[in-house]
């Protein structure tokens, strides 16, 4: 374990798309035990005075393009499929769901900081290390340690509270990702705010 040298009035954790239809179609999700090990970090997070953010894929048609192949390929298959409860399937799992006034990003894209106020609400608060996790590793939490970095903020991924479909995937996403973020566990994030 390693201590993440947080200042816990500049930091955020960010749970991103850990909602039903990522984690019905994740077997990741439920083998490495993501949910419980999430709530865990929020759970810490609240009781250090941790600012918790969550980031949620929102249902939006007006905005698909025809374009962008995210959407065609993976989204829309998803949520418009002939009997989907597309309600059910956006619902926050149960482990993570937020507590009080939490804020929640609802997310046009994958990246939860394009077309959304994340990028200000964390700027007014003056956090500068945003802690992630969600599913799956290799497409929202990418895209996030992606922008974090570009914008200058400290990115820590917590990779034992992250999925992808596949492990080879996941790994993958992680090995890219160290070049943009420290890679840590929630054991190290439990050492940092003790």
């Known amino acids: 374990m390693r ?20 984690a ?37 048609p007006a905005f698909f393009s025809p374009k962008n192949i995210f959407l065609q390929k993976i989204r829309i298959p998803i949520l418009s499929a002939p009997g989907v409860d597309v309600a059910e399937l956006l619902k926050i799992v149960d482990e993570v769901k937020p507590l009080g006034d ?10 939860p900081f394009f077309g959304t106020a994340l990028d200000s609400m964390l700027r007014s608060r ?23 970095a ?17 492990d080879e995937a996941h790994r993958a996403a992680l090995h890219i990702m160290e070049h943009l973020a420290m890679i840590a566990t929630s054991a190290d994030f439990f050492q940092s705010v003790g």
Do not use: W
């Open 24 to 60: 019905r179609k994740c077997p990741m999700f439920k083998e490495r035990n993501v949910g419980q090990k999430a709530k865990a970090v929020l759970d810490g997070a609240r009781k250090a005075g941790i600012q918790v953010i969550h980031a949620v894929i929102d249902y939006q």
């Open 102 to 111: 939490e804020p929640i990003i609802r997310k046009p894209r994958m990246n």
């Open 150 to 166: 570009d914008a200058d903020y400290r990115v820590i991924v917590l990779e034992d509270c992250c999925a992808a479909f596949s």
């Open 126 to 148: 003056d956090i500068d290390t945003v802690v992630l996790m969600g599913v799956a590793t290799d497409f929202v939490v990418e895209a996030a340690a992606r922008h974090a």
């Open 3 to 22: 201590d993440l040298n947080l200042n816990r009035a500049q930091t955020a954790v960010l749970s991103m798309d850990i909602q039903q239809a990522t």
